[in-house]
Structures are given as structure tokens and as C-alpha cells.
């Protein structure tokens, strides 16, 4: 047992290893199916009897029931989208009949495709662990997806950011992806330090994992952010493709027993950054989103990858891919000073409005809440 369970530690971790190796290539647009985790369902075959009208009814009325146990069981593990949504003062609405439902209330619009991997909230595209689901007329979304995306991002808790861990990707022999005579470890050691100047500016303290050309180990990376008591993590990279591909994106690691947003290989069990997967969702949507507003990125969206400086981040913790060193769109943004800055700016906006979110939540004084503070 023991020994099943340090082989499954170590492929994850090789796992793990091998994608951030890669250039941030690894995280570039990808059209493969999902594959490899779903299974087959055996169904034993039925005796061939000879059919009379008795028989025959009792089978319609077999056929009725295992509709209903069918029915049941493929929404078990999943929640009544509209149901959750009243919770939250949400009206639901199609917008499409039957393909796209819209929750919404003062703050907040929630749209959701039948059939698809993700939703948008406040028109940013976050990756969903399973698709949205109908059966019965109504509209289901796993529980996973409603804890760790839905409810994490429009209800979040309470929390406290005073020392933000700013980790500038790559490094001295790793400089990642290279474009054009750029690479991407310089690149996003400018964004970092800019970042770390508008977040110290508003009296945040920031710790940098580098702040010279030097090659570090990935685990070394938040392993720093540990030591210094850092409240979040935020690594910044660029992606790198064809000269079309552009746009932004933000990974968290991805929640235990999911698919990641594209396929990975390696163990799907819980790791240390799973109990932050709600703040991790809410971290990277914040930013996401400034990123998409203000500096005009096309959204790829928040995604969930079991990245190597996430999974095992002990505070919550996203992996930033601001723009692709080979896009034609994205370097315009990425090679030139002044709209490099409006990058840094909204990474920090980003990181800002998570803080001044979580800082706002009024605490509920529940039992829980009560046994946390012992
Ligand atoms: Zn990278």
C-alpha cells in the first residue's frame, strides 16, 4: 500500500516535472480530446426469454425504471445549477433554449453552455472539471465545479493578503520559450519587478523567488514564498506558438480526481494546493480578468494544470501566461515598454482586487469558523 502510494507520489512528480520543463509551449492552444480517464461501463446482457403482453409490460416498466436509476445516478455528483443560483439572489434565464443558460443578479452573470468544459463569469471564460450537464429539464454543474469555481469566484471567503510572492518564470540556462531574439526569462523578469513596484507602492510587501538572471529549481520557487510567509503566489511565464495564437491565460493546479483543463498524464490525488483550490479559482480570476480588460488580451481563460510550482504551494498560488512571445498580437504588447507596463499594472490590479475582496468578506460566526481559530 505504502509503496503504491510513493510510486503514484513519484510519477506525479515526474509528471509534474516533465510539463515545466517545457517552454510554456506546453500550455499553447491544443485541439486533442480528452482522453484516457473515462472508462467503459460494463452492462450485463439480459437471458433471451420468450415474450408475452405480461412480460412485455413488466420489461417497458423495467426499461422505465433503469431510465430513471440512469437519469439519477449520471447527475450524482452534481447540483441543480438554478437551485444554487437562487441561493445567491441569482435569476436564471436561457438565452439559447436548451443550449445556454444566464444566472444572474446585481454583481454577477453566469453563463453556462449544455455540453461544456467551462463558464463564464462577468464574461471571463473559467475551466469547469466537468461539463454542464441537463437531464430532466434542468441544468446540473458538478459539485466540484460549483465549490471550486462558481461558488469560490461570486462567494468567496474571508481571507488576509500582506505578502505577496511575485516569481518571475524561467532563469538563467532556462530561459524558455525565445522568439524574435526575446526570451521569456527576461521578459518576465521586467513584468515581475514592475509588479513588485506598484504592489509595494500600495504597502504590500513582495518577495521576488529571482531578481537576477540566475537558473532555480522549480520546487525552490514557492519553497521561498513559504519561507516568507507569502499570502499568495504568482508565477509569470509567456506561451509560445504559431503567430496567431495570442491571448492570455491563467492556470491553477487542478482540483483532486479532475482532468486538467488539456490532458496530463500522472496522478490525479489530492496534493497540498488542492486546499486552496477555491482561492486559487478566485486569485486567478481576478487577474484574468484585468488582464482581458485592461490590456485588451484576447481570454483564453482561467485553466487548471497540475503545474510543477503549483501543486504543491502551500498558500493560494497561479501560474500567469501573459501573452504569447510569438504571437503577432501579444508582442506588440510584450516587446514594448510602455505596454509591458499595462501588463504589470494589471497583474498587479489583479492580485489588488483579490486582496481587497477577500480582505472584505464579513466573517459568519459559524461553529466552524469558531474551531478554525484553536
Ligand atoms: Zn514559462
Redesign the pocket.
Known amino acids: 500500500m505504502k509503496k503504491t502510494f510513493l510510486t503514484g507520489i513519484s510519477l506525479l512528480l515526474v509528471a509534474a516535472a516533465l510539463c515545466c520543463w517545457n ?2 509551449a506546453a500550455n499553447a492552444a491544443t485541439t486533442k480530446q480528452q482522453t484516457g480517464t473515462a472508462r467503459p461501463v460494463s452492462i450485463p446482457k439480459k437471458k433471451q426469454t420468450t415474450t408475452t403482453k405480461t412480460q412485455a409490460a413488466s420489461t417497458k416498466t423495467k426499461a422505465k425504471t433503469t431510465t430513471a436509476q440512469t437519469t439519477a445516478a449520471s447527475t450524482s455528483g452534481y447540483q441543480n445549477v438554478v437551485t444554487w443560483g437562487k441561493k445567491h439572489g441569482m435569476r436564471a434565464a436561457w438565452t439559447q433554449k436548451n443550449k445556454t443558460l444566464r444566472l444572474s443578479n446585481d454583481s454577477t452573470t453566469i453563463v453556462l453552455n449544455i455540453g461544456a468544459r467551462h463558464a463564464s463569469i462577468n464574461n471571463i471564460k473559467i475551466a469547469l472539471c466537468q461539463n454542464v450537464k441537463m437531464s430532466g429539464g434542468n441544468v446540473f454543474v458538478s459539485t466540484q465545479d460549483i465549490n471550486t469555481a462558481l461558488e469560490a469566484i461570486t462567494n468567496p471567503r474571508k481571507n488576509a493578503v500582506r505578502i505577496v510572492a511575485i516569481d518571475p ?2 532563469g538563467g540556462s532556462q530561459p ?2 525565445k522568439h524574435s531574439g526575446k526570451q ?1 526569462k527576461d521578459i ?1 523578469l521586467l513584468i515581475a519587478k514592475e509588479v513588485r513596484t506598484i504592489l509595494q507602492n500600495k504597502g504590500v510587501k513582495v518577495v521576488m523567488t529571482r531578481t537576477t538572471d540566475r537558473t532555480m529549481d522549480l520546487k525552490t520557487r514557492p519553497r521561498i514564498a513559504e519561507q516568507n510567509h507569502a499570502d499568495v503566489f504568482v508565477s509569470i ?2 506561451n509560445a506558438a504559431s503567430a496567431d495564437a495570442n491571448g492570455a491565460e491563467v492556470f491553477t493546479t487542478t482540483p483532486a480526481g479532475a482532468q486538467s483543463t488539456t490532458p496530463d498524464s500522472g496522478s490525479t490525488a489530492a496534493t497540498r494546493g488542492n486546499k486552496n483550490d477555491a482561492a486559487n479559482a478566485l486569485l486567478a480570476y481576478h487577474i484574468q480578468r484585468q488582464l482581458v480588460q485592461k490590456v485588451q488580451f484576447s481570454d483564453r481563460g482561467v485553466k487548471r494544470k497540475r503545474l510543477g510550482v503549483l501543486y504543491d504551494t502551500a498558500m493560494p498560488a497561479v501560474l500567469v501566461e501573459a501573452g504569447f512571445i510569438s504571437g503577432s498580437k501579444d508582442q506588440k504588447k510584450l516587446f514594448n515598454a510602455s505596454q509591458r507596463s499595462k501588463i504589470a499594472q494589471a497583474i498587479a490590479e489583479g492580485i489588488l482586487s483579490y486582496k481587497k475582496t477577500v480582505e472584505s468578506v464579513k466573517p459568519t460566526p459559524t461553529k466552524s469558523n469558531t474551531a478554525e481559530k484553536h
Open positions: 517552454p510554456c518564470g524561467h524558455g520559450a521569456e518576465t511565464h509567456l
